[in-house]
Nanobody, 121 residues
Framework: QVQLVESGGGLVQAGGSLRLSCAASGRTFSNYAIGWFRRAPGTEREFVAAISSNGGSTYYDDSVKGRFTISRDNAKNTVYLQMASLKPEDTAVYYC??????????????WGQGTQVTVSS
């Protein structure tokens, strides 16, 4: 079983950038597709982006397409989410999770603590 820990959140002004990291433990990390999700106050958790196990395919929600980039380094057991041109509506707690390879927007594992991203206007 792979365990995931998110980091890299913080406070940033609108238009700024942040890079989130999702560090995994376990030898089977490279077997899994990984996704990023977020939950803003008072809303349901929503899909943001996902990447296939070998990094060859990426998927994005329309709200972040062109601004966010997901990548992974299987040698470092880490998935990244590079966020640019941030908007106040990107403010949320961001989580990473395993996702189903045939449905990348569907989480398949346990949730971690997440990392808070706050974008000021």
């Amino acid at each position: 079983q792979v365990q995931l820990v998110e980091s890299g959140g913080g406070l940033v002004q609108a238009g700024g950038s942040l890079r989130l990291s999702c560090a995994a433990s376990g030898r089977t990390f490279s077997n899994y597709a990984i996704g990023w999700f977020r939950r803003a106050p008072g809303t349901e958790r929503e899909f943001v982006a996902a990447i296939s196990s070998n990094g060859g395919s990426t998927y994005y929600d329309d709200s972040v397409k062109g601004r966010f980039t997901i990548s992974r380094d299987n040698a470092k057991n880490t998935v990244y989410l590079q966020m640019a041109s941030l908007k106040p509506e990107d403010t949320a707690v961001y989580y990473c999770n395993r996702v189903l390879s045939y449905k990348p927007s569907s989480p398949g594992g346990a949730w971690g603590q997440g990392t808070q991203v706050t974008v000021s206007s």
